[in-house]
């Protein structure tokens, strides 16, 4: 089979993308443009701060993410170090503690029933457990 030049190659697509009316730079700029909205908003971006450091309304998802496993056993039991650490996270007064850790426990049954029952879910479950408790 009979290779093409990679100068015949590059003359062919340049051709073929000015009789579509575009032009390099503009076809470079949507590249750029749409690549760097792209990483912008799905790679944590804006999740951290300028220092390289979790941005506060962040933490709590953050600690969810790492530590699924270790959490969910926590939660099924209704006690635990995770547990208590995320009540820290989520802003649960320490008088209020073991409220949340039965409620949490309560809602264990109703999370796991579900089909995707990933970190997202375990989150959104302590964090209406704690905002139900102000």
Not at 47 to 69: C, T, Y
Request: with cysteine; aromatic share 8%; hydrophobic share 40%.
């Amino acid at each position: 089979m009979k290779t093409l030049s990679p100068y015949i190659l590059a003359a062919a697509v340049l051709t073929v993308l000015q009789a579509a009316g575009c032009t390099i730079k503009g076809t470079i700029n949507q590249i750029t443009d749409t690549t760097s909205n792209v990483t912008g908003t799905t790679s944590g971006a804006a999740w951290w701060n300028e220092d390289g450091q979790i941005k506060p309304d962040f933490k709590a998802a953050a600690f969810v993410v790492a530590n699924e496993r270790n959490l969910e056993q926590d939660i099924a039991a209704g006690r635990g170090e995770y547990l208590t650490s995320m009540s820290v996270l989520l802003g649960v007064s320490e008088d209020r503690r073991p409220a949340f850790f039965s409620s949490a426990q309560a809602g264990y049954a109703e999370v796991t029933g579900l089909r995707s029952a990933g970190p997202e879910r375990w989150h959104l479950l302590l964090q209406s457990t704690a905002n139900a408790l102000r």
